[in-house]
């Protein structure tokens, strides 16, 4: 009939079908670890089984988010679901003792100012740690030696802010996670030097489910370093949640690291939850991966409270980089503020998602989103999505977005001054990132993250 569009019939693809089947096997093979891990959980105090119990009942009836879900769209983690399914999953794996300080040095913040606790493959290493005679109003354990050791903070805080219904991967971790941080600042107390949490990956087709909380309380102060690293260029899984939780007037700055290898896959969320007078700082810097994503999401549950989202990626070769935060404005009176920016070459593909969520009744908010991403390549993309929801009237909201390539006039001008054309273009990528770095306050942390910036761009 003239005029009518008639659907055409989806096309057979077995290469997707392939990824689609072995997608519902590794969703089994989850499930039957969980069974598996059964008498180990009876261990466990109840509210804590409650809780994996629900996580896994969630993960169970969603599965894996899939580019269909509006989060997700973007980005296709069917890869790093599949990677439990290869045959040699967690084979070889060496054990904790087998590993030297000299193998992951390299990874290490400061040796003399800063207080560590390593994790190789998600499992604790007491003796590449330096848990040893800390500042008093500090606890700093390994999450199972605090689980078995009943630390109250925990059942009052650990997966209450991260919900397993967002997703599936905070789901599959909360459910399986085995280790990880557990890091308490008492009432008033003042820590100075830097807690370091260094995750290290040693072996191919892992899955490292780890699983952090730090609770600051009403007028603590801290400085907390999340490393991600890697002594292998294989590919393997690093699933993480962090929750953070600030009582009224407590103050933390935050940095997170990812250096690991290329192959890997990195998924994360790192929670914020802040009282009145809080004040929190969270950066992120991501240079590894095949496939990073990190969610950030804070929200400000007391009045006069200050989040602060910051980000630098780099990505190069095929590797996608994904971010989405959210900012929540629950009370009045509240500021936050946000600088993404992102450097992509090659085929590269790069996600920004922000969002800025205000309450009815947070009036009087002040709330500042800016991202900007630089591509060097004609085969390099990026999507960004702004977004601003607001259900309150006597606010002060404003996001910006921007995408270019290299200013060809200021590459002009560095080159007439004698400079050659490679050393100009690597001048303007380190000045274009180095608006995030400057909010690293730590030198050594500072000096490591320009030494990774400085490399990539050599390559």
């Known amino acids: 009939?003239?005029?009518?569009?008639?659907?055409?019939?989806?096309?057979?693809?077995?290469?997707?079908?392939?990824?689609?089947?072995?997608?519902?096997?590794?969703?089994?093979?989850?499930?039957?670890?969980?069974?598996?891990?059964?008498?180990?959980?009876?261990?466990?105090?109840?509210?804590?089984?409650?809780?994996?119990?629900?996580?896994?009942?969630?993960?169970?009836?969603?599965?894996?988010?899939?580019?269909?879900?509006e989060n997700w769209k973007y980005t296709d983690v069917t890869a790093a679901a599949n990677l439990i399914s290869e045959p040699q999953f967690g084979l070889n794996v060496p054990a904790v003792e087998d590993i030297k300080?000299?193998?992951?040095?390299?990874f290490f913040l400061d040796h003399k100012n800063s207080i560590r606790i390593v994790f190789l493959n998600?499992?604790?290493?007491?003796?590449?740690?330096?848990?040893?005679?800390?500042?008093?109003?500090?606890t700093l354990l390994g999450l199972q030696e605090a689980i078995t050791s009943g630390e109250e903070v925990l059942q009052q805080h650990l997966g209450r802010h991260a919900s397993p219904e967002d997703n599936g991967f905070i789901a599959l971790n909360t459910a399986l996670f085995e280790d990880g941080a557990f890091i308490q600042v008492e009432k008033d107390a003042k820590i100075e030097p830097a807690l370091h949490l260094l995750f290290v990956n040693t072996a191919p087709l892992t899955a490292a489910k780890v699983r952090n909380l730090v609770f600051l309380g009403a007028g603590a102060d801290a400085t907390v370093v999340e490393s991600y690293a890697s002594i292998t260029d294989d590919a393997y899984l690093t699933n993480i949640v962090t929750e953070i939780v600030a009582e009224a007037?407590?103050?933390?700055?935050?940095?997170?690291e990812q250096v690991e290898s290329t192959n890997a896959f990195h998924i994360a969320t790192t929670q914020i939850h802040a009282s009145d007078h809080a004040t929190v700082q969270s950066h992120t810097f991501t240079f590894g991966g095949r496939l990073s994503r990190h969610d950030a999401n804070a929200i400000m549950d007391g009045e006069f409270t200050e989040v602060t989202l910051n980000g630098l990626y780099l990505a190069s070769g095929s590797q996608?980089?994904?971010?989405?935060?959210?900012?929540?404005?629950?009370?009045?009176?509240c500021k936050s503020f946000e600088e993404?920016?992102?450097?992509?070459?090659?085929?590269?593909v790069g996600v920004f998602n922000g969002k800025?969520?205000?309450?009815?009744?947070?009036?009087?908010?002040?709330?500042?989103?800016?991202?900007?991403?630089?591509?060097?390549?004609?085969?390099?993309?990026?999507?960004?999505?702004?977004?601003?929801e607001i259900f309150a009237?006597?606010?002060?909201?404003?996001?910006?977005?921007?995408?270019?390539?290299?200013?060809?006039?200021?590459?002009?001008?560095?080159?007439?001054?004698?400079?050659?054309?490679?050393?100009?273009?690597?001048?303007?990528?380190?000045?274009?990132?180095?608006?995030?770095?400057?909010?690293?306050?730590?030198?050594?942390?500072?000096?490591?993250?320009?030494?990774?910036?400085?490399?990539?761009?050599?390559?």
């Open 356 to 388: 800025i969520f205000v309450r009815p009744d947070a009036q009087k908010t002040d709330a500042i989103q800016n991202n900007r991403a630089l591509l060097l390549s004609r085969g390099a993309e990026v999507n960004t999505k702004p977004q601003l």
């Open 320 to 333: 996608v980089m994904d971010n989405h935060t959210v900012m929540d404005h629950a009370k009045p009176n």
């Open 122 to 138: 998600g499992k604790l290493a007491p003796h590449l740690s330096t848990l040893e005679h800390l500042p008093q109003g500090l």
């Open 101 to 106: 300080s000299e193998d992951v040095e390299a």
């Open 249 to 256: 007037g407590a103050n933390l700055d935050h940095y997170k």
């Open 1 to 69: 009939m003239p005029g009518t569009l008639l659907a055409s019939p989806p096309l057979h693809d077995p290469r997707k079908e392939k990824l689609q089947e072995r997608t519902r096997e590794a969703k089994v093979r989850y499930l039957m670890a969980f069974d598996a891990g059964s008498s180990r959980r009876e261990k466990e105090p109840e509210w804590l089984q409650a809780r994996r119990a629900s996580a896994i009942s969630h993960f169970e009836q969603n599965g894996f988010p899939t580019v269909r879900d």
């Open 393 to 459: 009237d006597d606010v002060k909201c404003t996001h910006g977005a921007t995408i270019g390539e290299l200013d060809d006039e200021a590459l002009f001008y560095l080159r007439s001054r004698g400079i050659a054309k490679s050393a100009a273009r690597d001048m303007l990528i380190y000045a274009f990132a180095h608006a995030v770095l400057d909010n690293v306050t730590i030198p050594t942390l500072r000096d490591q993250l320009e030494q990774q910036l400085m490399q990539r761009l050599r390559h």
């Open 340 to 348: 993404y920016v992102g450097v992509l070459d090659d085929k590269a």
